[in-house]
């Protein structure tokens, strides 16, 4: 079964876990702060307290080259640029990150990020799209 880990739990992150996990997915969760790994351990295979940014501790967790992972650390562009660049050295074939900004963006694809995502522009375009066009807005929202 393939496996998703998701690092740094904050509200994008945990989020994410919850969904992944209500839809059946093996999911580990890592985060530093122990309230927040607290927060998901119910909706997470496992959910683990660990620096994400620690290339031994990410070793030592067990990631998988299979794994998905997706790194949730908002602002904090050193932790994820560390983060990514290590998973790509562990030859991590799928890195998923969320960043703020188009600046950040480019950064960590020259790192070796598979997907770079930015929610709230995600989001607004999607919410732009449907005020413009209320039709493609679906019933589900």
Do not use: C, Y
């Not at 940014?53 to 967790?61: F, G, K, L, S």
């Amino acid at each position: 079964m393939k496996r998703i880990v998701v690092i740094g739990l904050g509200i994008f992150g945990i989020n994410l876990v919850k969904q992944l996990h209500e839809n059946g997915l093996d999911v580990l969760a890592v985060d530093k702060r122990k309230e927040a790994v607290q927060e998901v351990k119910d909706f997470a295979t496992k959910a683990i307290v660990a620096d994400g940014t620690d290339r031994n501790v990410m070793e030592a967790i067990g990631l998988r080259e299979e794994d998905t992972v997706v790194i949730s650390f908002g602002e904090d562009l050193a932790a994820s640029t560390l983060a990514t660049l290590h998973l790509k050295q562990m030859k991590v074939q799928k890195i998923i990150v969320k960043a703020p900004n188009d600046e950040h963006k480019l950064i960590l694809e020259k790192v070796g990020a598979t997907d770079v995502i930015i929610p709230e522009k995600e989001m607004a375009n999607k919410i732009a799209k449907s005020l413009i066009s209320p039709m493609s807005w679906t019933t589900s929202h």
